[in-house]
């Protein structure tokens, strides 16, 4: 009687690797079998993520979420030997390793010229590291999630910057995720009560101002003893009325402005009229 004896196949399922969220799914590409064998049957102890070709060396792997929360996943080759041959298994060991994230829970905010933002709240997770930039202006401190920005002369000129918090993959991954935030910049007024003149006593229009990035403005009268036309306070071209008793005497009038919301300044600028009597 002759006895046939057949060696088992000697299988490997492949070193163990790390996998990057950001590729998606992975491929088995150094499983190998040797010896005679009839069937390969692949399985996984994942959390609901989805295995192809489980009767090739090569099968292909999608992590479910779940997958990446439990932080690695067991891939077990098993190979049907020829005849009476046991079932042969080998296993390799993915760690998976997730997305960073990048979180700034505000996506605009507004500061004032001369102000500066504190960014509060930021967020990084599954990060090698993070780091702030800018498109504009300076960051202190922008290895820290919580940095503080300076708006420079352009930046207000204009009227906004974004700032980005990116943060870089773990190792082995190269992945960088960013997020976020606009800082819109609002300019202080910008006050010119024009040139001082000598004006006749009566009427007296007066030309030459100018104000601008304000909500509101209005002409006082600061010293002297005429009235501004109520109907041209708000104007950029008041009408003042001498009293008798500005004749030979200065009159100053200031212009005064009030700022754009988030501003809460008030800027204001003099003018002054030396009147000479009617003749």
């Not at 070193?15 to 990057?20: G, H, I, L």
């Not at 020829?82 to 905010?109: F, Q």
């Not at 001369?114 to 090698?128: H, R």
């Amino acid at each position: 009687k002759t006895i046939t004896i057949i060696e088992p196949p000697v299988v490997d399922a492949g070193a163990n690797f790390s996998f990057c969220e950001e590729s998606n799914q992975f491929t088995i590409g150094d499983a190998s079998i040797n010896g005679a064998y009839t069937g390969i049957s692949w399985t996984t102890n994942g959390s609901g993520g989805t295995l192809t070709d489980s009767d090739k060396l090569t099968p292909t792997y999608i992590p479910s979420a779940q997958d990446y929360i439990n932080g690695s996943v067991l891939l077990t080759m098993e190979v049907s030997g020829n005849g009476t041959c046991p079932v042969e298994p080998d296993s390799v060991l993915v760690t998976l390793v997730p997305n960073p994230t990048a979180t700034i829970p505000a996506t605009n905010a507004s500061i004032c010229e001369g102000d500066t933002y504190t960014i509060s709240g930021a967020q990084v997770i599954n990060e090698d590291s993070y780091y702030w930039t800018a498109t504009a202006g300076r960051i202190e401190n922008p290895n820290v999630k919580n940095p503080t920005f300076t708006p420079t002369a352009d930046d207000i000129s204009n009227g906004s910057v974004t700032l980005r918090l990116s943060v870089d993959s773990l190792d082995p991954c190269s992945n960088v995720i960013s997020d976020d935030i606009t800082i819109n910049i609002t300019s202080l007024p910008l006050v010119d009560a024009g040139i001082d003149a000598t004006i006749c006593a009566g009427t007296y229009t007066h030309n030459g101002s100018s104000v601008s990035n304000a909500n509101a403005y209005e002409w006082t009268v600061l010293s002297g003893n005429g009235t501004i036309d109520p109907a041209t306070k708000n104007s950029i071209s008041p009408v003042y009325i001498t009293d008798p008793l500005d004749n030979n005497n200065t009159v100053t009038l200031r212009l005064t402005a009030t700022s754009i919301n988030p501003c809460i300044h008030t800027i204001y600028d003099d003018v002054e009229f030396t009147v000479t009597p009617a003749p």
